[in-house]
């Protein structure tokens, strides 16, 4: 069986080469010239050939585009365009170098450091101001279109090299409008970062993300995973009943003003929660005071080189050698680390983060889930502040931190565990 022939033109981009493929997409790097003949390249984001005959997949694709196509935002990934060529509808989104926001999570807990306060409180800031963006948006006619992303986590959010932050992924958004079913039974979003109405599969509004994004900064101040547990069974029944502990506990010189955001943003009740987006930005950003602010991009940057040093390099040689091509070869040219373009489009049913919910015949006593009392107590680690070669005093309301979580055979696995045969996944 021969394989079907690759696109060599999208919209106005040459395609160049093959650089991901997975799921229901196949994700190729296209150059285009602008009016002024400036050339320019994007990520484009194609149905795979033998999905294109699945008119759900085909639907979701279209929603997504119809979506991205209104978003624009400067802490969201940015679309240049999307459409149909011949028989392919494509994505053309923006080329992002850096890394996701887990990965730095998770190369501190390996490195035994800690984020600062008032860089954590930013950067989640930025995201809240890109979620109340997305909330508010409307259509032509001015009519709401209630847009939840419904998958706000550390591995959407994107820190580039030059120190942007970037919400992604609106692959599973919910719109007034969205054509494309989900599956009976399937609840969308990681399972360890979803508000307990989404879990319960009651009905749910923009403060879901909320929600999210305050499981996320948590998890950012104290180095620690909330609700994630060794099943994903024991896992939907802490985000349902666990005791949110408060981080005063657990990190030496927490801030107070912190820890409030963090109480409202986790409100199990979501009448008791944060009504938009923006009231959890504004707090915020009050704990950053402006001269800080203007250089936390700088201080990002710098985070980035320290904790992943030469890659940078690495990813802008791949950039350049594969931008360079002028004949497009067979084989994929895979990115040296995942771009968010890359990130596979699944359909319900495959997307790991699209999950089944457990029966409540299934669910675990509430003595099986730890209480906050016998967590263990932080212990003193480096600071992450001292690893770039920049020198920024932390401002006096947000300090940085004096410790962190204890040794790392005593925390929980950030590692996500071994795919299971069964449709609930993270």
């Given amino acids: 069986m021969s394989l079907p022939e690759r696109p060599k033109r999208l919209g106005p981009y040459d395609v160049i080469a093959k650089i991901a493929g997975g799921g229901m997409a196949t994700i190729y790097m296209g150059r285009a010239k602008d009016a002024n003949g400036v050339e320019r390249v994007a990520a484009i984001k194609v149905i795979r050939h033998e999905m294109t005959r699945n008119e759900n997949v085909v639907q979701m694709f279209i929603d997504e585009a119809t979506l991205l196509a209104r978003l624009s935002h400067p802490n969201i990934s940015r679309t240049l365009e999307n459409g149909v ?7 053309a989104m923006e080329l992002l170098i850096g890394r996701t926001l887990f990965d730095v999570w998770e190369e501190l807990v390996a490195r035994k450091l800690s984020l600062r306060f008032d860089v954590a409180a930013w950067i989640c800031a930025r995201v809240a101001s890109a979620l109340h963006y997305a909330h508010e948006l409307t259509d032509e006619h001015g009519t709401p279109l209630a847009v939840i992303h419904r998958d706000v986590n550390p591995s959407n959010i994107f820190l580039t090299y030059d120190g942007e932050v970037k919400l992604f992924d609106f692959g599973l958004a919910k719109t007034v409008g969205r054509r494309a079913k989900s599956a009976e039974g399937i609840v969308k979003g990681k399972l360890p970062y979803l508000a307990p109405e989404q879990v319960m ?6 403060r879901a993300d909320i929600f999210m994004l305050g499981t996320t900064l948590w998890e950012l101040v104290t180095m620690r995973r909330l609700f994630k547990r060794d099943d994903d069974v024991e896992t939907v029944k802490a985000v349902r009943t666990f005791p949110v502990p408060d981080p005063r506990r657990l990190v030496q010189g927490f801030p ?32 950053v005071s402006p001269a800080i602010a203007a250089q936390i991009p700088g201080i990002i940057s710098a985070i980035l080189d320290a904790l992943f040093e030469g890659e940078r390099a690495k990813q802008m040689g791949w950039l350049r050698t594969t931008q360079a091509i002028r004949t497009m070869p067979r ?3 895979p990115p040296p680390v995942p771009v968010p373009a890359v990130r596979d489009a699944q359909t319900d049913s495959q997307r790991p983060s ?35 070669p920049i020198s920024v005093p932390p401002p006096r309301s947000v300090p940085p931190p004096r410790s962190v979580p204890p040794p790392r055979s005593e925390r929980p696995s950030i590692r996500p565990p071994p795919p299971t045969p069964s449709k609930l996944r993270r």
Avoid: C, W
């Fill in 85 to 91: 060529t011949g028989d392919r509808h494509f994505i």
């Fill in 201 to 206: 599969q009651f009905p749910y509004d923009r």
């Fill in 256 to 287: 107070d003003a912190l820890a409030t955001i963090l109480t409202k943003a986790l409100e199990r009740n979501r009448e008791h929660r944060y009504a938009t987006a923006a009231d959890m930005a504004r707090d915020l950003d009050a704990l």
């Fill in 331 to 333: 084989v994929t040219i």
């Fill in 354 to 388: 699209a999950s089944r919910q457990p029966s409540a015949s299934k669910q675990p006593s509430a003595s099986k889930i730890p209480s906050a009392s016998k967590l263990p107590s932080a212990s003193k680690i480096p600071h992450a502040s001292k690893l770039p």
